[in-house]
């Protein structure tokens, strides 16, 4: 099987003596051995078996198997959420006294863990910006390991030369960890690149129906292994129920995602052409200042249509409040269209300099563009413009 749609959909558990033709779930907190050698064989890992389910499980080996396979990858660990997947994969892989490089414009919550956190075990991070990656070398120091990247960004989309940083984490050696989550592994695989690590919040794309949160990082068997050791002991472990859920959801994640950009294609399209409307940023238009490598390296734009609302703060904050059919919510990657005004909303306790620091402008606002009529998108997002 070497076709992504045909592996989503075929890799599967080995069937039970019920011969169901569904995956079912494993809904146990542990598992048992037929001896005492059987048990000591196991925990001394001289065997492959499920001890417990903070260490794996069927449902969620099936679920990370399956992200291995289409991120081009050795191993993985899937996680309760995203963010523990970003945390654990830093936590795991960085001493006290590192250094890590990141672009400017990261997910509000990997900013908080860069600027917050690690800095009490004396980790510090250099931000670069997106429009002055050129310079990227500039910033590592001696004490540097890690390069980490989203393409495209959150919730600037902006998007970064994947074989670009590539070849710099190569050249000073540096772990490369790429936040996929935007694109999915349907549309862009960093480790072809050259990213050693990738991670997802499956909470977005990958789920697609706005049910269950999870995260997985999947890349370099000896980092994952790292990883895994240490939320082994730690216990952001993914819940069966959760990876069962995500699992069927890659069946249909390249169709589902071919459907979201086309529709956020044509909404792109209709908010650049619109009065009340500065700027507009998806991959995909031309007018995107990294079009063309985004057309390099992704299939298509994605599902995220950034747009920067005449009148600022308070031009946002009205757009919500006459929105009609779209959703507010602090979710993306839903079947249903979700609008975020994150000056106002997700990211209003930083300061103004923290906001321009990750790419957030007064008006900027996000749009998760659905699986609606793309008609009925456009419609609500001209009446509430209007």
């Not at 919550?109 to 917050?116: E, I, P």
């Not at 919730?155 to 999915?184: M, R, S, W, Y």
């Not at 609008?339 to 620091?357: F, G």
Request: glycine share 6%; hydrophobic share 40%.
């Amino acid at each position: 099987m070497e076709n992504f749609e045909t592996f989503a959909i075929r890799t599967q558990t080995e069937r039970s003596q019920f011969d169901e033709h569904s995956t079912p779930l494993y809904l146990t907190s542990s598992f048992i051995f037929q001896d005492a050698e059987d048990m000591r064989a196991s925990f001394a890992e001289e065997k492959a078996k499920n001890l417990y389910s903070r260490f794996s499980n069927p449902n969620v080996t099936e679920f990370t198997d399956k992200i291995v396979r289409m991120e081009g990858a050795e191993s993985g660990y899937a996680f309760a959420t995203g963010m523990a997947a970003i945390y654990s994969t830093f936590a795991a892989l960085l001493n006290a006294g590192d250094h890590i490089v990141s672009c400017q414009s990261v997910f509000g919550s990997t900013h908080t863990l860069f600027t917050k956190y690690f800095p009490k075990w004396n980790i510090e991070t250099s931000y670069f910006k997106a429009e002055n990656a050129n310079n990227v070398e500039s910033y590592i120091r001696p004490n540097t390991k890690i390069l980490y990247l989203e393409t495209p960004t959150n919730p600037a989309i902006e998007v970064l030369d994947l074989e670009f940083f590539g070849q710099i984490a190569k050249k000073h050696n540096l772990i490369f960890i790429v936040d996929n989550c935007f694109a999915t592994p349907y549309l862009q695989q960093p480790i072809k690149y050259g990213a050693d690590i990738v991670v997802h919040s499956a909470t977005k794309l990958i789920d697609g129906q706005g049910r269950v949160l999870g995260g997985v990082a999947v890349g370099r068997e000896d980092l994952i292994r790292e990883i895994y050791l240490f939320a082994r002991n730690t216990g952001p472990a993914m819940s069966p129920f959760n990876a069962w859920v995500l699992s069927k959801s890659l069946e249909t994640l390249a169709i589902r995602v071919e459907k979201h950009c086309e529709n956020a294609m044509k909404v792109a399209e209709f908010l650049e052409n619109h009065p009340n409307v500065e700027l507009v940023k998806y991959p995909f238009l031309k007018s995107h200042p990294s079009y063309e490598v985004a057309k390099r390296q992704m299939k298509l734009g994605g599902n995220i249509v950034a747009f920067e609302i005449k009148g600022g703060i308070e031009g946002g904050k009205n757009f919500l409040n006459t929105i009609k059919m779209c959703s507010l919510s602090a979710n993306l990657g839903d079947t249903r269209t979700i609008v975020t005004h994150p000056a106002s909303t997700t990211h209003s306790k930083l300061s103004d300099e923290e906001r321009e620091e990750v790419g957030i402008t007064a008006g900027l606002v996000r749009c998760s563009v659905g699986l609606e009529n793309v008609e009925d998108i456009i419609e609500d997002l001209k009446q509430a413009l209007d």
